[in-house]
């Protein structure tokens, strides 16, 4: 064997002389948290499509409206911390059970309600199931994969994530449509009874006992770097659809099916590049990808940004291109460096954080836009935003992405002593 590769590689979390070997309830587990997981995604493109419709039948204003979202993730972000530690404490299984039970429960109500102050109380609900459900979904996923192969399963994970933002727009749009906008939440039904029993059959009833010692100063730099790479990541992602929309649709008169298309190109590199990421971060370790990933957004967002190209013209695509795929990079990382620095009895309460730096992440890029935005939407203030967009890739992620993998577990999985 190459000496090369019986050496630990600068940043991983683990040497790889050889892949250990995953069982086959590993994939099954994979599969059923990441399709929990996906369902979260889709409920907000799958609602967000319906919005329009809503405001009319219920004589809903569009300020008013975005309530429906809002509730969502407020109470979706403030369940994340209980919901971590409960996974901790009470396994995957239960947690997730119980947190799609909530989020079956809310869309129902949603289905049926009668005035639009039922319907917030309903999506308030909706957003408790889906803190509940988000770190259990993360840490029952990788609970079968031995550290040096959580990169491969995390990369499957991103691609979910992917492929449920490109599912959840038109479905919501074929819905809305044909139905109605109570089909979406009528939908969410179906969905949520199949990521039951699918987590109900594959994810075993484990409860661990934590006696790991607490997070050294280390792992705790380890954590706290994963969930900086991940706000900045929801953050460009977000800032940077929000943007693509505003300029496709108000600028260059494209529909809303025409903007969300050439965006749909995008979500596929995310999807794409997410499993290549997460082999990747398996064999070198979390730093590449991710610097890797920085490095390709940052450099696709500057080229839009300092006028090399028409916005709207077909050779802009490429470049978007580049920017999906170094977004999609940076999913599985992210994840790997956090959850590979701490015992899997930490796990749950480690997901929740990431989660909860991801939908901040999402906050701040919508934000960021929309203030970016509020003198007009022009191609110069576009192209502005998009330069402050790579300025954040370079100066704010590159080093994030150099700081993760330190204080990652070694490659038996065995507990390091704390430092610090």
Not at 79 to 84: E, H, M, N, Y
Not at 89 to 112: D, K, W, Y
Not at 136 to 153: D, K, N, Q, T, Y
Not at 263 to 292: I, K, S
């Amino acid at each position: 064997m190459p000496a090369a590769r019986s050496q630990r590689s600068r940043g991983s979390s683990s040497s790889a002389p050889e892949a250990s070997p995953v069982p086959r309830e590993a994939w099954l587990r994979l599969a059923a948290c990441t399709g929990a997981a996906a369902l979260l995604q889709i409920d907000g493109t799958l609602i967000t499509v319906a919005l329009p419709q809503v405001g009319s039948a219920l004589s809903v204003g569009a300020g008013p409206l975005a309530g429906v979202l809002t509730a969502y993730f407020v109470a979706y972000a403030l369940a994340l911390f209980p919901g971590g530690r409960l996974v901790d404490r009470l396994g995957s299984r239960q947690l997730a059970l119980t947190g799609l039970g909530a989020f079956a429960a809310g869309a129902l109500v949603g289905a049926l309600a009668p005035s639009f102050e039922v319907l917030i109380g309903s999506r308030v609900l909706q957003g408790v199931g889906a803190g509940l459900v988000s770190p259990a979904a993360l840490a029952g996923a990788v609970s079968a994969f031995p550290p040096e192969r959580r990169g491969a399963a995390l990369g499957i994970w991103g691609a979910g994530s992917g492929v449920a933002n490109l599912i959840g727009p038109l479905l919501g749009g074929i819905l809305t449509v044909a139905f109605g906008w109570r089909a979406n939440w009528w939908a969410l039904l179906p969905l949520s009874v199949a990521a039951a029993v699918a987590i109900w059959a594959v994810v075993p009833r484990t409860v661990r006992v934590d006696e790991s010692p607490q997070l050294g100063g280390l792992r705790q730099r380890a954590v706290a770097a994963a969930t900086l790479v991940a706000t900045l990541t929801f953050t460009i992602l977000i800032g940077t659809f929000f943007l693509a929309q505003q300029y496709l649709q108000e600028v260059q008169g494209l529909s809303a099916l025409g903007a969300g298309s050439t965006l749909m190109f995008v979500a596929v590199l995310v999807a794409v590049a997410a499993p290549l990421a997460g082999r990747l971060a398996d064999a070198r370790g979390e730093r590449l990808p991710a610097l890797l990933g920085f490095a390709g957004a940052g450099l696709g967002l500057a080229v839009l940004g300092l006028g090399a190209v028409p916005l709207g013209g077909a050779s802009a695509l490429p470049l978007l291109g580049l920017v999906g795929l170094g977004l999609g990079l940076l999913f599985a990382p992210t994840s790997r460096a956090a959850l590979n620095a701490v015992a899997e009895s930490r796990h749950g309460r480690v997901s929740s954080v990431l989660s909860l730096g991801r939908l901040l992440g999402a906050a701040a890029g919508a934000g960021l836009a929309g203030v970016a935005l509020a003198p007009g939407v022009t191609t110069a203030n576009v192209r502005a935003a998009l330069l402050a967009g790579a300025a954040l890739c370079l100066v704010a992620g590159l080093p994030g992405a150099m700081a993760l993998g330190t204080g990652s577990r070694s490659r038996s999985g065995a507990e390091p002593a704390p430092i610090g």
